[in-house]
Nanobody, 118 residues
Framework: QVQLAESGGGSAPAGKSLRLSCTVS?????????MGWHRQAPGKEREFIAL???????TYADSMQGRFTIDQDRPKATIYLQMDDLKTEDTAAYYC???????????WGQGTQVTVSS
């Protein structure tokens, strides 16, 4: 059974940092899937942030370079998204994703809300 569980969302003032976590089921780790993060702001389409491969290499959306960092702890079956210098436009629901086919994940977490205040 595939399970992805995000945590670490919440509210933060602009300029601060948040670190999101996503714990995944052993199936995902065993399948050596690529894992990643996406977000969806109110009234907007879901957008890609970053992904990480089993070997630790990463890919970021151009607009996400610099303030966002994805990493993983595979023994803990967890990936992370470090978000620094938060901006109000970072307010969104953040989703963990796994096992991409091309650019499309096959599995999604339920999301965690991040709200950045000015």
């Amino acid at each position: 059974q595939v399970q992805l569980a995000e945590s670490g969302g919440g509210s933060a003032p602009a300029g601060k940092s948040l670190r999101l976590s996503c714990t995944v089921s052993s199936f995902v780790m065993g399948a050596r899937c690529r894992m990643g993060w996406h977000r969806q702001a109110p009234g907007k389409e879901r957008e890609f942030i970053a992904l990480i491969r089993p070997d630790g290499t990463t890919t970021y959306a151009d607009s996400m370079q610099g303030r966002f960092t994805i990493d993983q702890d595979r023994p803990k079956a967890t990936i992370y998204l470090q978000m620094d210098d938060l901006k109000t436009e970072d307010t969104a629901a953040y989703y963990c994703a796994a096992c991409y086919t091309g650019s499309n994940p096959n599995y999604w977490g339920q999301g965690t809300q991040v709200t950045v205040s000015s």
